[in-house]
């Protein structure tokens, strides 16, 4: 079996302590950066009221996901 070693290390980061940014005016905190993960995933959180969410938009080089912790996905 042929095992290779990432160069990356884990990275753990609580809420109080991420980076916290606003894009489309939401707050919203960096927990996982690209950059941690060699460019694979990114992940953000945030606390949005019903109705707020980013506008349409694409991501033409990855995909999105949410997680719905607390209440639902209607607008």
């Not at 609580?14 to 980076?19: T, V």
């Not at 927990?31 to 959180?45: F, I, P, Q």
């Not at 080089?61 to 607008?75: H, M």
Request: hydrophobic share 35%; charged share 25%; no cysteine.
């Amino acid at each position: 079996m042929n095992e290779k070693t990432s160069p990356l290390q884990a990275t753990i980061v609580r809420p109080e302590q991420a980076l916290s940014i606003k894009p489309f005016g939401l707050d919203l905190k960096v927990l996982l950066t690209t950059e941690a993960t060699g460019g694979a995933t990114s992940v953000l959180m945030g606390w949005l009221k019903p109705g707020e969410g980013p506008g349409d938009h694409v991501h033409f080089n990855q995909e999105e996901i949410f997680f719905i912790l607390e209440g639902d996905d209607r607008r």
